[in-house]
């Protein structure tokens, strides 16, 4: 589904060491002039380092994983993951199937989603679910709609709305999920996070990627986050509604229908 993206199975990690929200331990089996990281818990879950960094990591530790027999058995271990440390608890929301066909990929899971496990639960998801033009049976349908966000967990509050996503969870779930999501024929990137992670660095901001919208297909459809803290950039940005919503509902509406 993307560059990012190969056929081994290996955990990354996004960033910088500082990403890991730890002290990383320098491994000793680097090449010159790269920084390999184990992670904190000396399990190694990634390497942080540029493409030249193609170190042997100790023998006690896996750098990879195997490829889930079933999404249905990953899915499990996604839900049970407890990486984190979060002050609200563990609670990984994510919805898929391999039928699906719109991969929807946000940012993280606020309070109110956090509470019911329900993806999109919440005044954001509403307005989101008016600019696709689906009701919330539709917009539920895993085998049409695969909703996986950049965090998985609710990562809690900061002094002006929520914390930024974990930076553990892509690295760590997004190319086991996406290697069972075959039939995949369109991406929703919402929000800076998830198109900086995805998107070329072709030096747009989000709304110069937004209003280039058709510059990204057929694989992504980059949008704005429908947060109510959006409302002023949405009445700043009339093209929006104007143009970029209709053509959205149209494209969608052709890929899961």
């Not at 990562?155 to 996503?165: A, I, R, T, Y």
């Not at 086991?176 to 900086?196: D, E, P």
Request: with cysteine; aromatic share 8%.
């Amino acid at each position: 589904m993307s560059s990012r993206q190969s056929k081994k199975q290996s955990i990354t990690v996004l960033g910088d060491a500082d990403s890991l929200h730890c002290e990383p331990t320098l491994t000793k089996n680097c090449p010159p002039n790269t920084n390999c990281y184990l992670s904190c818990d000396n399990t190694v879950l990634s390497r942080n380092a540029g493409p030249s960094c193609n170190a042997e990591l100790p023998p006690n530790a896996e750098s990879s994983r195997e490829i889930t027999s079933s999404l249905s058995d990953l899915l499990k271990e996604v839900r049970a993951c407890t990486l984190c440390p979060l002050l609200n608890g563990h609670r990984p929301v994510v919805q898929a199937s391999v039928s699906a066909r719109l991969l929807i990929i946000g940012q993280a899971p606020g309070r109110k989603v956090h509470e019911s496990g329900i993806p999109w639960n919440d005044p954001s998801g509403d307005r989101l679910r008016a600019w696709l033009g689906l009701n919330r049976e539709t917009f539920y349908d895993e085998t049409r709609i695969a909703i996986v966000p950049m965090g998985l967990c609710y990562p809690g509050k900061g002094k002006s709305g929520d914390l930024p996503p974990r930076k553990e969870c892509a690295p760590l779930w997004h190319e086991l999920l996406f290697s069972h999501l075959s039939n995949i024929q369109l991406t929703l990137l919402i929000g800076s996070y998830a198109q900086n992670y995805y998107l070329p660095k072709d030096g747009r901001n989000l709304t110069s990627r937004v209003h280039a919208w058709q510059a990204y297909l057929p694989q992504y459809f980059p949008l704005v986050h429908p947060s109510p803290r959006n409302q002023h950039w949405l009445a700043k940005n009339h093209w929006f509604d104007e143009e970029v919503v209709p053509a959205l509902k149209r494209r969608v509406h052709e890929v899961i229908f």
